[in-house]
């Protein structure tokens, strides 16, 4: 893909206060799209404005992506303020760990209402300026949400939610010109996967089970999702696309020879 082949393009990106999101919106960025970075921590989307690349544009927005009223007003405000939405990247999230026995309603309904209730609201109030542009959504999932972990019960239901959900919106919006796709990363080196990343034995275990022997940088998840936004994928739709250096290629059976 060509520098700038997102130029006049408007992206908005959930959770782009680090992590994937933050990489993903300067990926954009150098691809010359105007994008819009959205979190609900002030502080954090600085950091992702204060990165951008020269000359690119990165707006920040704070909101909350399980407040259906907020989500309203944000996506009518970026229409109003930039004139069009072209592409969605619906990367919030947040995790919780436990088995349902062990997970209260409280940590459920929390992970839940923003990954899959995000999903949803971000993508109901976007589709109408995407249909006007012939836009597209690239929804961030999970192996997580491929298969299930043990103790990770919420988090793996609500990525579960994106799976499906994403299968509807690429049935039903695929005829009005609107592709929906989702990436699907492993383990990557970001700052929520840090307790896992500093745990030397469970670092061990993923580099065993990881086929390429690391996590996924930010930034390569981030390539991925540009290209399915992108004009070569333009006929690239209902999409799950592991980035998980080969972690769902095995048959899950343990290394043998």
């Given at each position: 893909?060509?520098?700038?082949?997102?130029?006049?393009?408007?992206?908005l990106?959930?959770?782009?206060?680090?992590?994937i999101?933050?990489?993903?919106a300067?990926?954009f960025?150098r691809d010359g799209a105007?994008?819009?970075?959205?979190?609900?921590?002030?502080?954090?989307?600085r950091k992702?404005?204060?990165a951008?690349?020269?000359?690119?544009?990165?707006?920040?927005?704070?909101?909350?992506?399980?407040?259906e009223?907020?989500?309203?007003?944000l996506i009518?405000?970026?229409v109003s303020?930039h004139?069009?939405?072209?592409?969605l990247?619906?990367n919030?999230?947040?995790a919780?760990?436990?088995t349902v026995?062990?997970?209260?309603?409280?940590?459920?309904?929390?992970?839940m209402?923003?990954v899959a209730?995000?999903?949803f609201?971000?993508?109901?109030a976007a589709?109408p300026h995407l249909?006007a542009?012939?836009g597209?959504?690239?929804?961030?999932?999970s192996?997580s949400?491929?298969?299930?972990?043990?103790?990770?019960a919420a988090?793996?239901a609500a990525?579960?939610a994106?799976?499906?959900l994403t299968n509807?919106?690429a049935?039903?919006?695929g005829?009005e010109?609107?592709?929906?796709n989702?990436?699907?990363?492993s383990?990557?080196a970001?700052?929520v996967?840090a307790p896992?990343?500093?745990n030397?034995?469970?670092?061990?275990?993923f580099q065993?089970r990881i086929?390429m022997?690391?996590?996924?940088?930010p930034?390569e998840?981030?390539?991925?999702?540009?290209?399915?936004?992108?004009h070569d994928?333009?006929?690239?739709?209902?999409?799950?696309l592991?980035?998980?250096?080969?972690l769902?290629?095995?048959?899950?059976q343990p290394?043998m020879?």
């Open positions: 893909m060509s520098a700038q082949s997102f130029a006049g393009k408007v992206v990106i959930t959770g782009a206060g680090s992590g999101g933050a990489a993903t300067d990926r960025a105007t994008v819009i970075a959205v979190g609900r921590t002030e502080e954090k989307l992702t404005v204060a951008a690349p020269a000359g690119s544009t990165i707006v920040a927005r704070v909101a909350d992506v399980s407040d009223a907020a989500v309203t007003a009518e405000g970026v303020d004139g069009r939405l072209d592409v990247v619906n919030a999230a947040v919780t760990a436990g026995e062990h997970t209260d309603t409280a940590s459920w309904r929390q992970v209402n923003v209730d995000g999903v609201y971000m993508s109901r589709l249909r542009v012939g597209n959504i690239v929804n961030v999932g192996a949400g491929l298969g299930g972990d043990w103790g990770l988090y793996n990525k579960g994106v799976v499906n509807a919106m049935l039903d919006h005829a010109g609107v592709r929906v989702a990436v699907h990363p383990l990557t970001t700052e996967a896992i990343l500093e030397e034995s469970t670092l061990a275990a065993q086929p022997q690391r996590p996924a940088e930034q998840v981030a390539d991925v999702i540009a290209f399915l936004a992108g994928a333009r006929f690239v739709n209902g999409v799950h592991p980035v998980d250096g080969g769902r290629a095995s048959s899950g290394r020879f």
